[in-house]
């Protein structure tokens, strides 16, 4: 099965031996804001709703998840 630009993106950040887990924890989150960004930017502009875009953000708080970080669940509207 193909994996997504995504998880390919997330494959690269967790097996970069030259980042420190804390990095790799900051770079997951930095995609993971701007993924609920772009998701609330498509929401007002009434963007398709399977746009792929849930789906990116389980892959990250996954990845988030197997580092050890805390993942607090919020949906694209909330601030």
Known sequence: MPI?????V???ILHDSHLRR???IDRLRE???ETRGIQRAGSASM???????QDDLRVIEKALRQ???DVE???AARL
Do not use: N, W
């Not at 997504?4 to 390919?8: G, P």
């Not at 963007?47 to 875009?53: E, Q, R, W």
């Open 4 to 8: 997504t630009a995504m998880e390919q």
């Open 10 to 12: 997330i494959r690269d």
């Open 22 to 24: 804390s990095r790799k």
């Open 31 to 33: 995609l993971q804001s």
């Open 47 to 53: 963007m398709s709703i399977d746009d792929g875009l």
């Open 67 to 69: 580092l050890g970080a």
């Open 73 to 75: 669940e919020k949906g």
